[in-house]
C-alpha cells in the first residue's frame, strides 16, 4: 500500500516472500496473502491518487522545472494521462519505478477517478495475485527460474521502455502541440460555460 502511495518501497520483495512462506510453510494460507496484496495496492494507489489530485499538480508546476518538467511537458502530460491514462496505470503496475509514482501522476493530471478506479484495481489485482500465486505454485522452483526469468523480463521491459521512449522523443514536438491546442480549446470551453 505505501509503495503504491509514492514511497519506493520493496512491495514485489514482500509479495514473493509471503507467499514462498505459505507455500513452504503452510502456516499462512495463499487466499489472505493474495487478499492483503491486491488490497493494499489497490487502496494505495487510490490515496496516491488522492494526494496527486489535492498537490500533485501544484508541486509538478513549482519544482518540476527542476528535473526537467517544463510546463509544455506537464501539458503533455495531462494530454497522454487523458488519452491513454487507463493504459499507463494498467502498465504501470508492472514496472517498478513507475508503480511508485503512476498514481500521483494519474492525480495530478486530473485522470477521471472512474478510469483510474477501473485501470488500477485490474492492474492491481493481476500484479499482486498474479505475482502471489505464481510464487506459491512455482514454490521452491521461483529459485531456480528466478535468475533467468528476470533477465527475460527485464530485457522485455527495458525494450519496452526504449521504444516508448524513443517514440516520446520523437513525437515529443507533434504531442505537445496537439496538448496545447486541446488545453486552449478547453479553455475557451469553459469560458463559455462561466
Known amino acids: 500500500m505505501l509503495e503504491s502511495m509514492g514511497l519506493p518501497l520493496p512491495a514485489e520483495s514482500l509479495i514473493i516472500g509471503a507467499s514462498l512462506y505459505a507455500a513452504s510453510t503452510h502456516h499462512i494460507e495463499i487466499r489472505w496473502v493474495v487478499l492483503a496484496a491486491v488490497t493494499g495496492a489497490i487502496m494505495g494507489d487510490n490515496l ?8 500533485g499538480y501544484r508541486v509538478l508546476q513549482k519544482h518540476g522545472g527542476k528535473v526537467g518538467l517544463t510546463p509544455e511537458r506537464l ?17 504501470g503496475r508492472f514496472v517498478a519505478v513507475l508503480r511508485v509514482f503512476v498514481a500521483l501522476l494519474a492525480g495530478a ?3 477521471p477517478w472512474r478510469s483510474f478506479l477501473w485501470h488500477n ?5 493481476f500484479w499482486a495475485g498474479g505475482y502471489s500465486i505464481a510464487t506459491y505454485y512455482l514454490g521452491k522452483e521461483i529459485l531456480r527460474l528466478s535468475g533467468p526469468l528476470a533477465l527475460g523480463v527485464g530485457t522485455i521491459v527495458v525494450i519496452t521502455l526504449g521504444v516508448a521512449l524513443i517514440f516520446l522523443k520523437r513525437n515529443e514536438k507533434r ?4 496538448a496545447l491546442q ?7 470551453g469553459q469560458k463559455k460555460k462561466d
Open 121 to 125: 484495481a485490474l492492474g492491481g489485482f
Open 182 to 188: 486541446e488545453a486552449e480549446a478547453e479553455d475557451k
Open 48 to 55: 496516491g491518487y488522492l494526494i496527486g489530485r489535492s498537490i
Open 109 to 111: 493530471n486530473h485522470m
Open 175 to 178: 504531442l505537445t502541440e496537439e
Open 75 to 91: 501539458t503533455l502530460g495531462r494530454f497522454l494521462f487523458k488519452r491513454h491514462g487507463g493504459l499507463v496505470v494498467f502498465i
